[in-house]
């Protein structure tokens, strides 16, 4: 039993397909920027790249409500098995993706934390007397303020 194809779904699972790849071009460049060092790049396309994950999202959404309008639609039916394909390779280069931020945030905390280790190391240290003579060493005073990146 064959439906008749409805044009909204075909659209919608054609502009989610759509989606799909430009965040997933758009994650492939972002990985190879993060390979690079290159933190501006992910910077400048971290909108765009939240305006088509909230696109693919509402898509995909729009199109599981639609589910019981297109079984038995060979057609349809097809589209959604290449949407569904197009989700797991999206899906796969996500979690790189997510794991190249990780470990991009954690190096830069290592870093941070290495001039900071640096700084305490190289301060002057301060020997001071008390009125019974003993002394104290200590710091200058300076501290480096921890960030969060």
Known sequence: MSHTP???????MMEARQACRDLMGLMVEEN???TRNSTHEVETRLQLKKRLALRLEKLLAD????RADFRGN?????LAVRLAEEIAVFQDIAAKNELMLRAAH????????V???TIEASQPRVQTYNAHGASTVG???TTVVATTV
Do not use: F, M, W
């Open 6 to 12: 409805q044009p909204g779904i075909i659209i919608q």
């Open 115 to 117: 001039i900071r280790d």
């Open 32 to 34: 190879n920027g993060l």
């Open 139 to 141: 710091t200058a005073g």
């Open 63 to 66: 199109i599981k409500s639609q």
């Open 74 to 78: 060979r057609e349809v039916e097809n």
């Open 106 to 113: 954690r190096l830069r905390a290592d870093v941070v934390a």
